[in-house]
């Protein structure tokens, strides 16, 4: 159970922005959201991860609802290279004492951008 | 380039052969984990190495044997291996956060994977 739900694809024209919405009604109050992509074969990659504030880095911003019960991945200007299969992870298991971290990823969102 | 990379890219090997993936991390991580991620499946933990104690065996057949000599270098040592275990290993390292759920944010880089093909 990954606790969040995604749509399973999106499609968005390039150099509009793309929007990926992620609901999480079941978090917990110091439980973060963390975003990551994947490319095709590759590794994921981080991307942002937010507590309570909307965030923003050089990559995207987060939206979180006041409520922390969804959240909104957005890129400003999405490119080709953007096409690639987005997580959205709210659960993540800490093995106590150690400090190490498993989180669970779920199946994600392929966000497709078309020219 | 993320910082975590690992060898071989690729690997073709027969069930009777015996090879390990290599994983390499260059920054200042103390915790490394391997995953497997199978096709069309999301990705699923195998081990955790925290200060290069295995701190976590997610249930993985004895043929996986994983190996932390110090906290920059992690192996899978594969041996005897089936065709399922066909996937893409992936290694990630991320700094030790304070330990309890939610204490701190934990981000965890990714090397970019070895495609491992089992005949």
């Known amino acids: 159970d990954a606790k969040t739900t995604q749509p399973t694809s999106m499609d968005c024209a390039e150099g509009r922005a793309a929007n990926l919405p992620c609901n999480h009604s079941?978090?917990?109050?110091?439980?973060?959201v963390y975003w990551y992509r994947q490319i095709h074969s590759q590794g994921p990659q981080y991307i942002i991860h937010?507590?309570?504030n909307n965030e923003t880095n050089e990559m995207a911003s987060l939206i979180i609802t006041e409520d922390r019960k969804s959240s909104t991945l957005i890129l400003p200007h999405a490119t080709l290279r953007d096409t690639a299969v987005y997580y959205c992870?709210?659960?993540?298991?800490?093995?106590?004492?150690?400090?190490?971290?498993?989180?669970?990823f779920g199946t994600g969102t392929r966000l497709t951008v078309i020219p | 380039e993320t910082g975590v990379t690992q060898t071989p890219r690729h690997l073709v090997m027969g069930m009777t052969n015996k090879k390990s993936l290599k994983c390499e991390q260059h920054?200042?991580?103390?915790?490394m984990y391997w995953y497997k991620q199978s096709a069309k499946k999301p990705l699923e933990l195998m081990f955790v190495?925290?200060?290069?104690?295995?701190?976590e065996n997610n249930s993985v057949p004895s043929r996986f044997s994983p190996e932390c000599p110090n906290s920059s270098h992690l192996f899978l040592h594969l041996h005897t291996l089936q065709p399922e275990d066909s996937a893409l290993y992936l290694c990630?390292?991320?700094?030790?956060?304070?330990?309890?759920?939610?204490?701190?944010?934990?981000?965890?880089?990714f090397g970019a994977g070895s495609r491992l093909t089992v005949l």
């Open positions: 937010g507590l309570k």
């Open positions: 079941t978090i917990s109050g110091n439980e973060y």
């Open positions: 920054l200042g991580h103390n915790a």
């Open positions: 990630a390292s991320s700094h030790r956060t304070g330990g309890s759920l939610g204490s701190g944010a934990n981000v965890l880089t």
């Open positions: 190495y925290s200060l290069e104690e295995r701190v």
């Open positions: 992870i709210v659960r993540v298991l800490s093995f106590q004492g150690t400090g190490a971290n498993n989180l669970f």
